[in-house]
């Protein structure tokens, strides 16, 4: 199974130079069912990780099984891991979180690939 867990935001920071993967703002969604009963699309996505608004604080450092639909295609029984939470100044009241995956590296490529695809078909 793959193994998730958060790095990073959307922004231009240091930490987000320090990224190893291209991000990518893409029709994705991923369900996360220990965190939002309605499925989630990430505010950015990429085969590291991808982060989202909630409304309800998740503890950093935390597992939750997750899916990620994207395309035809589902990746199942993975496991997301809370690596950060930050209050949504634009919108009180909610938090946006970061959720990294570790995956092998041939699921990791084959997941990079359907987001390079997707975007490709969407531009």
């Given amino acids: 199974p793959c193994t998730f867990s958060i790095t990073g935001d959307s922004s231009m920071t240091e930490e987000s ?7 990518f703002t893409l029709p994705v969604i991923i369900e996360v ?3 939002s009963d309605v499925p989630l699309v990430p505010e950015d996505i990429s085969a590291g ?6 409304d309800i604080r998740p503890e950093e450092n935390k597992e939750f099984d997750c899916t990620v639909m ?3 295609h589902e990746f199942e029984g993975a496991q997301a ?7 949504n100044s634009s919108d009180p009241g909610t938090w946006l979180i970061g959720l990294a995956f570790q995956m092998s590296g041939e699921e990791r490529e ?5 987001l390079a695809k997707l975007l490709e078909e969407i531009s």
């Fill in 17 to 23: 130079i320090k990224r190893g993967f291209e991000r």
């Fill in 81 to 87: 891991l809370v690596k950060w939470v930050r209050e």
């Fill in 49 to 54: 990780g991808f982060s989202f608004i909630v």
């Fill in 70 to 72: 994207i395309l035809d």
């Fill in 33 to 35: 069912p220990g965190i």
């Fill in 110 to 114: 084959h997941f990079e690939t359907l």
